[in-house]
């Protein structure tokens, strides 16, 4: 026992130096540290996987009532760092939903160029025919993507989006359009 008490007071009295000279290997050795980690995971993969489900389910509702205390002390981040990435990608985030909504109804899907459908629309809005402002901007499907619409240039014209909405997928308004859809 004289050893083990000698040995804890030492690594007591030591902490400091013994953590310096562990970050100081770290820096020297890290590839090679992460390379053995790889090895070791791939290795006992399916082992370490059997002990968490066991442990999850000998230890749930702990395991429940961690991640429900995180995600409500992190609500705010999340949805501050949500909104900032939505803010900077916002194109981006509407197109993986236009994009999602037109393979969904298995229909034609192009690459669009929403660019390029300003400046031949003019930022008129093809339901009204009033010119649209920037914060108020829209893409219209002319063919709905629920009546087999595309989901291309062609078929795309800019919209309020009070227009767009009103006009839904219904098709009970006429589609108002500047230019012919003989090629859908």
Do not use: W
């Not at 000279?21 to 290795?43: E, P, S």
């Not at 901007?137 to 009070?162: C, W």
Request: glycine fraction near 6%; charged fraction near 30%; hydrophobic fraction near 35%.
């Amino acid at each position: 026992m004289e050893k083990h008490a000698y040995q804890a007071e030492y690594r007591a009295a030591h902490r400091v130096e013994k953590l310096a000279y562990n970050h100081a290997y770290y820096a020297v050795h890290r590839d090679d540290i992460l390379a053995q980690k790889r090895v070791y995971g791939q290795a006992h993969k399916a082992e370490h996987g059997a002990y968490m489900r066991d442990y999850y389910q000998s230890h749930r509702e702990e395991c429940i009532a961690r991640a429900v205390a995180y995600a409500q002390a992190h609500l705010a981040q999340r949805a501050a760092s949500g909104r900032v990435y939505y803010e900077r990608h916002r194109e981006q985030a509407l197109e993986r939903g236009r994009r999602r909504r037109a393979t969904k109804a298995a229909v034609r899907i192009g690459r669009v160029h929403y660019q390029t459908i300003m400046e031949r629309d003019r930022m008129v809005c093809g339901i009204c025919h009033k010119k649209a402002k920037l914060e108020d901007l829209s893409f219209d499907h002319i063919v709905p993507l629920s009546k087999g619409g595309p989901h291309t240039d062609d078929n795309i014209q800019v919209a309020h989006r009070l227009c767009n909405a009103r006009r839904g997928a219904s098709g009970k308004m006429p589609v108002q359009t500047r230019f012919s859809l003989g090629g859908l």
